[in-house]
């Protein structure tokens, strides 16, 4: 293999590491924190997490259920990435 080839065969592959952990850091760190900020508002008040359930239990696909899953899991991948030291905690 040429020297060259391996210095594509790097660049490529450090800035797809680059890139997927700017991703991590920031976008999908960012939803996340922004997800369990709005979770517990809404958890926290118990007039506002009434009307979601009794919103999401119409829902086909997200009811209360179902959503609180969803959420609970992706919190545990946020807290699984800060873990591992993907992102800041």
Same mark, same amino acid.
Do not use: P
């Given at each position: 293999?040429? $020297?060259?080839?391996?210095?594509? %065969? =790097?660049?490529?592959?450090? +800035?797809?590491?680059? =890139?997927? +952990?700017?991703?991590?850091?920031?976008? $999908? #760190?960012?939803?996340?924190?922004?997800?369990?900020? !709005?979770?517990?508002?809404?958890?926290? %008040?118990?007039? !506002?997490?009434?009307?979601?359930?009794?919103?999401? %239990?119409?829902?086909? #696909?997200?009811?209360?259920?179902?959503?609180?899953?969803?959420?609970? #899991? $992706? $919190?545990?991948? !946020? %807290?699984?990435?800060?873990?591992? +030291? =993907?992102?800041?905690?």
């Amino acid at each position: 293999m040429s $020297l060259q080839t391996a210095w594509e %065969d =790097f660049e490529c592959l450090s +800035g797809h590491v680059e =890139f997927i +952990g700017a991703q991590l850091a920031t976008g $999908l #760190k960012n939803s996340l924190d922004a997800l369990e900020a !709005r979770y517990l508002a809404v958890v926290g %008040d118990v007039e !506002r997490s009434a009307n979601v359930v009794a919103l999401a %239990d119409t829902h086909y #696909k997200w009811t209360s259920a179902a959503l609180v899953a969803e959420i609970q #899991k $992706l $919190l545990a991948l !946020r %807290d699984s990435l800060a873990a591992a +030291g =993907f992102i800041a905690s």
